[in-house]
């Protein structure tokens, strides 16, 4: 946060003599009054009210406010045209936009309820009926999955072609599959959030290499659990990293028609224009017995992700823009959201209906859960 010091010398435009106090104290108000107006002036500084135990909610919804073209997307009503027309369910994708219409159209320190948009996210998704502590991963996954569904472009969805394309170059199998994909499923939201994952299986036995193409709205990083700082980049290589199927998990190989020793990799094909990172803080069980505390240090700007690219690519650098955060245990804990705001570039706390200026050395910390970061150049459409 910058730090702002009135001296006599400053305030009399750099002239040695000194200043009559009245003129002193009028450009000490008119300091005050502009420096005060500035900042009431920078829109999307709105909380929202904690509805009982929502600040999981909160925090990605801050952190989806803040992210500029989704935004744009609600504010100039662009979402209104690919509403679709057939199905009656468009509840969620209004409301959201309705949201986020009045977050960035009121005041800063002004405060707003969600309750409107809770009702209709809990009739998509049942499981957030109530007022019980929620993830926030998961909230994101539903709601991302809510909106695309009522903004999708494709309104009768074709069964997905059977036919066999592990006779082509990889590069030209994962164009394909991306096309099949979006025959199917096709949004803003998708073109904002919906990357391709290349994994390849080599069977140790021939050496034959089969590919898999999929689509990925977000990546579960796991964290190294031995060390009490790691970086994001370990955490992505932890992901990516060759792993070894054998024993029961032994699969088939096309080539040998039985079960192999195999080895499998992830890549990306296809990087998303928004990139999405969960760390995975906690276990798998359904009750949580554990919470990882580790520091993970991940950069603020120019997290270049060219190691894990499938194919060579130059658009592979994102800047990071919002942290859904978590702090306390598995058994208690409360979510808050660091967003820079897109208008003036500055980092601002949201803290449930609290918003306060914050600096960017303040961002990384270890109750950091879900990052999101934007492509910095082009995005690799196919």
């Excluded at 989806?64 to 209104?80: P, V």
């Amino acid at each position: 946060m910058r730090s702002y010091s009135l001296t006599m010398q400053s305030l009399s435009s750099g002239r040695d003599h000194q200043v009559p106090g009245a003129i002193l104290l009028s450009n000490l108000v008119d300091f005050i009054l502009n420096r005060t107006k500035s900042v009431k002036s920078v829109q999307g500084l709105v909380g929202l009210r904690n509805l009982g135990n929502t600040c999981f909610m909160n925090s990605i919804l801050q952190c989806l406010s803040n992210t500029k073209d989704l935004r744009d997307y609600c504010l100039q009503n662009s979402h209104r045209r690919d509403l679709n027309s057939k199905n009656c369910n468009t509840a969620i994708m209004e409301e959201f936009a309705r949201l986020l219409q009045a977050m960035w159209t009121s005041s800063a320190n002004e405060v707003v309820s969600p309750s409107d948009f809770k009702t209709q996210i809990q009739r998509y998704a049942p499981r957030f009926m109530g007022y019980n502590q929620q993830d926030a991963q998961e909230f994101l996954r539903f709601l991302l999955d809510g909106l695309h569904n009522e903004v999708n472009r494709v309104i009768v969805r074709l069964r997905p072609s059977n036919q066999d394309l592990d006779h082509m170059p990889d590069t030209e199998k994962g164009k394909e599959m991306w096309k099949r994909y979006l025959e199917r499923e096709d949004s803003r939201i998708v073109e904002l959030f919906v990357g391709q994952l290349k994994s390849s299986l080599t069977c140790t036995e021939c050496g034959y290499c089969s590919t898999v193409f999929d689509p990925f709205w977000d990546l579960s990083l796991p964290i190294a659990k031995k060390t009490p700082e790691v970086s994001l980049m370990d955490c992505i290589r932890l992901f990516t990293k060759e792993d070894v199927l054998d024993g029961e998990e032994k699969p088939t190989c096309c080539r040998c028609k039985a079960r192999r020793r195999c080895t499998k990799k992830f890549t990306v094909q296809k990087f998303p224009k928004i990139l999405v990172l969960h760390l995975k803080r906690f276990s798998e069980a359904r009750i949580r017995s554990s919470k990882l505390s580790t520091f993970v240090n991940f950069p603020l700007k120019d997290l270049d992700l060219r190691e894990f690219s499938s194919e060579p690519s130059s658009h592979t650098k994102y800047n990071l823009y919002a942290v859904s955060n978590h702090t306390g245990t598995t058994m208690g804990g409360h979510y808050t959201a660091y967003c820079k705001n897109p208008n003036n570039g500055e980092w601002y706390t949201f803290n449930d209906s609290r918003v306060t200026a914050m600096s960017s050395s303040q961002v990384r910390s270890s109750d950091a859960y879900v990052l999101f970061y934007e492509l910095s150049g082009p995005s690799s459409r196919m």
